[in-house]
């Protein structure tokens, strides 16, 4: 009988939940993904019932259940610092009821069984826990150091660690109020961009900068004795009267991070959806470039105490992909691995993991090597949504309607020749395949692949489909074996968590996805780890002699597309040229 630990991340932002069998991973989605509202913070409800449905149990059949939480966690240091700090009601009001909801966790549990007696027991697992053991247990490092960046969680910014076979060995940790995601939050929201998970487009907002307000960034972060940082508090409001925040059912909100002390050392902030200028870029390269320093700083301390040359890296600020890029070059660590959903997703996994190894005492035998652990749906399924739109069609022969005509291909080799074609004679075309990716990224199954030799493919999906700010890069995917043909570092990176410089040689050849600095966010691709995206590739590489496709996430100003009637929606209300389900193509027929 298999031993089931469910794994949770809830009543935060990016909720989501994870299933382990016999301490092997076998499903995890975000719960977005399912009520398809962006970065949902309360209970993963549906998210439970899919992983269970996935492996054919129930709540019943679980035995532990481990949430990334811990309100117990440094439980004296949250009430010094409430007493000295007084920070505001509604701050303080926010998180209590935040708190009391994840106490209340065997309850919602036992309601969303629907009275069925339980005998699971549940685990607080303190956040960066459960972030360290969401990418070390999933590594292929029988020893590595490890290190946690975020925000906050249970009071703490970052821990760093030891990972040795089923355990881990806290090092140090920075405690509230000092915090680099805090800091890159702050920045984020003075340069104009409030929502929350904005940070990642002020990252490709910094390539078009210069770190010209590099010494006002250093006034506001310090780097200390034995990698640790600080910042400055008066540049924010988080440590005196605290930042509201909204993690109720729904996308979450957050306050004002900064302080008017910022506008006075910077200048006034931009105003949402104002004039981007070399100013706000030279802030934004500033802000990325003290992020490196203080990270670096942190990792070179961190390999320099252990002595090891791996390191296992967790947390929101470990998609930061520019900074990953370059710790080969920063660093003596020679191994780097981060997991696809390196975010608070992945504290899901992290915490299932925790409660399995470190808790339970068990072995480790689980290698997390690719991103498809989430839904999937099968042929029937697909035939089915194609059918209500085009009820016509016999799921077989092909059939015109309108400007509409929809094939099945029986041949894999023949389905991917003829979509790398359509690729390469300048189609966008929508690459729905298998299970899901975990994690933020598509990564070759919710897809949409172009051909990046064409240097105006960024600016016709931003108007046919992405409706993306025109700064931010489009990403490329790339055959693992011909990566270092293309770029500097050949280091394989399935995640796409990484920056490397594109040869010199070759910007010209794949303009679309280099970036203005002359840079690529790749995800390298293998036979094994997905054999028909690798066969797409392929056969675009032998009709254009370039191994590498443009690739952006299956969506339109939403979550990652997630059913076959959502991709084929998608597909309907923009401008897209086709879409692969499976087997099945539907394309729009444009008369020339």
């Keep these: 009988m298999r031993s089931l630990v469910l794994g949770l991340n809830a009543y935060h932002g990016d909720s989501a939940a994870a299933l382990l069998a016999d301490g092997a991973f076998t499903c995890g989605v975000e719960e977005e993904r399912l009520n398809r509202v962006k970065h949902w913070a309360g209970f993963p409800a549906a998210s439970i019932a899919h992983v269970l449905a996935d492996s054919g149990a129930t709540l019943a059949d679980v035995a532990h259940v481990g949430i990334s939480r811990d309100p117990s966690a440094h439980l004296l240091s949250k009430v010094l610092f409430t007493l000295k700090k007084r920070p505001g009601l509604d701050a303080i009001t926010s998180r209590l009821s935040n708190h009391k909801k994840v106490a209340g966790l065997e309850e919602r549990l036992a309601a969303l069984a629907g009275g069925i007696p339980l005998g699971l027991k549940v685990h607080n697992v303190e956040h960066h826990r459960a972030h360290l053991a969401s990418t070390f247990f999933c590594s292929p490092f029988e020893e590595s150091a490890c290190l946690t960046v975020d925000g906050f969680g249970d009071f703490l910014s970052s821990m760093s660690a030891v990972g040795r076979g089923n355990k881990l060995e806290i090092l140090d940790e920075v405690a509230f109020p000092h915090s680099l995601g805090v800091f890159y939050t702050a920045i984020t929201q003075y340069l104009g961009f409030p929502k929350y998970g904005d940070e990642y487009k002020v990252m490709g907002l910094a390539s078009y900068g210069k770190p010209t307000f590099l010494s006002s960034m250093r006034k506001i972060v310090r780097l200390e004795k034995d990698g640790q940082f600080s910042v400055d508090v008066d540049f924010f409001r988080h440590?005196?009267?605290?930042?509201?925040?909204?993690?109720?059912?729904?996308?979450?909100?957050?306050?004002?991070?900064?302080?008017?002390?910022?506008?006075?050392?910077?200048?006034?902030?931009?105003?949402?959806?104002?004039?981007?200028?070399?100013?706000?870029?030279?802030?934004?390269?500033?802000?990325?470039?003290?992020?490196?320093?203080?990270?670096?700083?942190?990792?070179?301390?961190?390999?320099?105490?252990?002595?090891?040359?791996?390191?296992?890296?967790?947390?929101?600020?470990?998609?930061?992909?520019?900074?990953?890029?370059?710790?080969?070059?920063?660093?003596?660590?020679?191994?780097?691995?981060?997991?696809?959903?390196?975010?608070?997703?992945?504290?899901?996994?992290?915490?299932?993991?925790?409660?399995?190894?470190?808790?339970?005492?068990?072995?480790?035998?689980?290698v997390m090597e690719h991103s498809y652990w989430g839904p999937k749906y099968d042929d029937a399924r697909i035939v089915s949504a194609v059918k209500r739109n085009l009820p016509g069609w016999d799921g077989a022969a092909t059939l015109r309607e309108g400007d509409i005509e929809?094939?099945?291909?029986?041949?894999?080799?023949?389905?991917?020749?003829?979509?790398?074609?359509?690729?390469?004679?300048?189609?966008?075309?929508?690459?729905?395949?298998?299970?899901?990716?975990?994690?933020?990224?598509?990564?070759?199954?919710?897809?949409?692949?172009?051909?990046?030799?064409?240097?105006?493919?960024?600016?016709?999906?931003?108007?046919?489909?992405?409706?993306?700010?025109?700064?931010?890069?489009?990403?490329?995917?790339?055959?693992?074996?011909?990566?270092?043909?293309?770029?500097?570092?050949?280091?394989?990176?399935?995640?796409?968590?990484?920056?490397?410089?594109?040869?010199?040689?070759?910007?010209?050849?794949?303009?679309?996805?280099?970036?203005?600095?002359?840079?690529?966010?790749?995800?390298?691709?293998?036979?094994?780890?997905?054999?028909?995206?690798?066969?797409?590739?392929?056969?675009?590489?032998?009709?254009?002699?370039?191994?590498?496709?443009?690739?952006?996430?299956?969506?339109?100003?939403?979550?990652?597309?997630?059913?076959?009637?959502?991709?084929?929606?998608?597909?309907?209300?923009?401008?897209?040229?086709?879409?692969?389900?499976g087997d099945v193509t539907v394309k729009r027929i444009e008369e020339a």
């Excluded at 030279?282 to 470039?289: L, N, T, W």
């Excluded at 370059?326 to 996994?349: E, K, M």
């Excluded at 598509?442 to 240097?455: C, E, F, K, Q």
Aim: charged share 25%; with cysteine; aromatic share 8%.
């Design 239 to 366: 440590a005196s009267e605290g930042v509201t925040m909204a993690w109720e059912e729904g996308e979450p909100v957050l306050g004002q991070v900064f302080s008017e002390k910022l506008a006075e050392e910077l200048g006034p902030a931009r105003e949402p959806n104002g004039p981007l200028g070399e100013r706000e870029h030279d802030i934004a390269a500033s802000m990325q470039a003290m992020y490196e320093e203080a990270f670096f700083h942190r990792l070179r301390w961190i390999q320099k105490k252990t002595g090891l040359r791996k390191i296992c890296l967790a947390g929101g600020c470990a998609l930061n992909s520019v900074a990953n890029g370059r710790i080969f070059t920063n660093t003596d660590f020679q191994d780097v691995y981060i997991q696809s959903a390196a975010g608070d997703a992945g504290t899901s996994l992290g915490a299932g993991l925790y409660v399995w190894h470190q808790i339970l005492g068990n072995p480790r035998g689980f």
């Design 406 to 581: 929809v094939s099945r291909t029986a041949s894999e080799d023949a389905l991917c020749t003829d979509t790398a074609a359509a690729v390469a004679g300048g189609e966008i075309v929508g690459w729905y395949q298998g299970r899901s990716e975990w994690g933020p990224r598509a990564l070759g199954n919710r897809s949409i692949v172009v051909d990046p030799r064409r240097a105006e493919m960024k600016d016709v999906l931003n108007a046919r489909i992405k409706r993306r700010e025109p700064f931010r890069p489009f990403a490329p995917s790339i055959l693992e074996e011909r990566v270092g043909e293309y770029f500097e570092e050949s280091y394989p990176d399935p995640f796409m968590v990484k920056v490397y410089p594109v040869r010199m040689e070759k910007r010209a050849e794949i303009p679309a996805v280099t970036h203005v600095d002359g840079t690529g966010r790749l995800q390298t691709v293998s036979r094994t780890q997905n054999r028909r995206y690798h066969k797409l590739i392929s056969a675009f590489a032998e009709e254009t002699g370039v191994p590498v496709v443009l690739n952006t996430s299956f969506n339109e100003n939403e979550p990652i597309v997630n059913t076959p009637e959502e991709a084929l929606d998608c597909f309907l209300r923009t401008k897209m040229h086709r879409i692969v389900l």
